[in-house]
C-alpha cells in the first residue's frame, strides 16, 4: 500500500519531466501553449546555457517537421520509373 | 603613339572605374551582400568533430528567390521545373498531419491546384535542387556551399550566437523569424502572423542585410551529403544540404532556423518548405 501511495506520488512529482529532454533553447523566451496547459514548468525548464552543438544532434530529421517528407519524396521516384 | 597613350589614360582615368561602379550597381549584383571571408569553425555534420573551414570573400543574395523571380526565369528560358516534369510534389496537408505527393503542385501553385496561387513576393518553393542550380546559371550565379550560408549566418563573425538576428526568438514580443508556433503537427497558433510561407525579407535583415537566414523556407546549398541510418534505408541516393529550417519548424523539436541547423534532401525533390538564394563569387 505505501509503496503504491509512493509510485503514486512520485508519479505526480516527475510525471512532467516528458518534455525536458526537447528543450534547448539557450536564452529563449518562447512561451509554448504546454507552459499554459498542464505544464507550468515548462517555460523555466528552457537551459539557458545549452551548447549550440546540441542542435547537431538534434536536427535529425525522424524528430523534425521533415519527417515523412522524405518518404514522399520516394515514393514519387518508385512512381516515375 | 600619343594617341595610344592618351586613349590609355583616359581608359585608367575614366573608362574603367565608371565600368567597376556599374557592375556594382547592376541589379543582381546590388540585391546582394558582401560577405568577407574568414576562418569557419563550425562542427562536421558527419563526424561531428570541431573543424576549422577556410572561406573566400563572396556575395549572397539578401533576399531568398522569389516566386516572381523564378517566373521571370521560366518565362525567359522556357524551363520546366522538376516538379512540372513528374506532376506532383511533396506537401504538408496541416489537417491531416501528413505529407502528401500532391498532383499538380508546383512553383505556381505549391499546395496543389485546388489551393491559393503563390504571392509573387513570397520564396519560391517547389523547386529541387537540380532546378535552383539552372536558375543560379542563368543569373551568373551559383548555390552558397553549406560552411558560405552558415558563415553568413553568423554574419561573417564566427559567433557562437542561436540564430542569425541574436539569442532570442521572440524579442520585444516579435518573432523574428517564420517558424510554426504551437505543437507541431497538431496544430499552429500563427504567432508570428503566418502558417506558410511569408513574403521575403517581412522579419528583418542580420547585420550584413540578409533576411530570411532562419525560417521562412529551408535553402538549398551546393554540398552534398551521404545518408545515414534511416535516411540510408530508406533511399541510398546522395543528397544535398538545405539549412535555414522553414515555417514548418516548431522550436520545441526542430532546430533547423538556428545557424548551426541542417537538414538534407535528394536533388530531385521539391517540396514546399524548400527554396533558395544564390551565391556569386568575387
Given at each position: 500500500m505505501l509503496i503504491a501511495v509512493l509510485w503514486f506520488i512520485g508519479t505526480l512529482v516527475f510525471g512532467q519531466k516528458k518534455d525536458t529532454s526537447v528543450v534547448k533553447l539557450r536564452g529563449s523566451q518562447?512561451?509554448?501553449?504546454?507552459?499554459?496547459?498542464?505544464?507550468?514548468?515548462?517555460?523555466?525548464?528552457?537551459?539557458?546555457?545549452?551548447?549550440?552543438?546540441?542542435?547537431?544532434?538534434?536536427?535529425?530529421?525522424?524528430?523534425?517537421?521533415?519527417?515523412?517528407?522524405e518518404e514522399v519524396m520516394k515514393k514519387r521516384k518508385i512512381k516515375n520509373r | 603613339m600619343a594617341v595610344v597613350t592618351n586613349v590609355r589614360g583616359f581608359a585608367l582615368a575614366y573608362i574603367i572605374p565608371i565600368?567597376?561602379?556599374?557592375?556594382?550597381t547592376k541589379p543582381e549584383i546590388a540585391d546582394m551582400a558582401l560577405v568577407k571571408g574568414g576562418i569557419l569553425t563550425t562542427t562536421d555534420p558527419v563526424t561531428k568533430k570541431s573543424i576549422q573551414v577556410k572561406l573566400k570573400s563572396f556575395l549572397l543574395d539578401k533576399n531568398l528567390v522569389t516566386v516572381s523571380d523564378f517566373e521571370a526565369f521560366v518565362k525567359a528560358t522556357h524551363y520546366v521545373t522538376e516538379a512540372e516534369k513528374f506532376g506532383n510534389a511533396g506537401v504538408f496537408?496541416?489537417?491531416?498531419?501528413?505529407?502528401?505527393?500532391?498532383?499538380?503542385?508546383d512553383f505556381r501553385f505549391p499546395f496543389g491546384r485546388n489551393k491559393p496561387k503563390a504571392e509573387g513576393s513570397h520564396p519560391v518553393t517547389q523547386v529541387s535542387w537540380n532546378d535552383a542550380i539552372a536558375y543560379a546559371k542563368w543569373k551568373g550565379k551559383r548555390l552558397p556551399t553549406q560552411w558560405e550560408w552558415e558563415h553568413a549566418a553568423k554574419n561573417g563573425e564566427?559567433?557562437?550566437?542561436?540564430?542569425?538576428?541574436?539569442?532570442?526568438?521572440?524579442?520585444a514580443g516579435k518573432y523574428k523569424a517564420n517558424t510554426w508556433q504551437g505543437s507541431f503537427p497538431n496544430y499552429n497558433t500563427k504567432e508570428d502572423g503566418y502558417a506558410y510561407t511569408s513574403p521575403v525579407g517581412v522579419f528583418g535583415?542580420?547585420?550584413?542585410?540578409?533576411?530570411?537566414?532562419?525560417g521562412n523556407v529551408w535553402q538549398w546549398t551546393q554540398d552534398s551529403i551521404e545518408p545515414q541510418g534511416r535516411d540510408a534505408e530508406l533511399d541510398p541516393a546522395t543528397r544535398r544540404v538545405t539549412r535555414g529550417g522553414s515555417f514548418l519548424c516548431d522550436p520545441m523539436i526542430c532546430h533547423g532556423f538556428q545557424v548551426m541547423g541542417r537538414s538534407s534532401s535528394t536533388p530531385e525533390s521539391s517540396m514546399v518548405h524548400i527554396g533558395?538564394?544564390?551565391?556569386?563569387?568575387?
Open positions: 518562447l512561451i509554448h501553449p504546454l507552459a499554459n496547459e498542464g505544464y507550468p514548468n515548462l517555460k523555466q525548464l528552457i537551459v539557458p546555457g545549452a551548447s549550440s552543438d546540441s542542435v547537431q544532434s538534434s536536427t535529425s530529421k525522424s524528430s523534425s517537421s521533415c519527417e515523412g517528407a | 565600368a567597376s561602379i556599374l557592375s556594382f496537408d496541416d489537417q491531416t498531419h501528413h505529407w502528401d505527393l500532391v498532383d499538380g503542385a564566427n559567433t557562437n550566437q542561436q540564430y542569425t538576428w541574436g539569442e532570442d526568438l521572440v524579442v535583415k542580420n547585420k550584413l542585410g540578409l533576411t530570411d537566414m532562419g533558395f538564394r544564390c551565391a556569386k563569387d568575387i
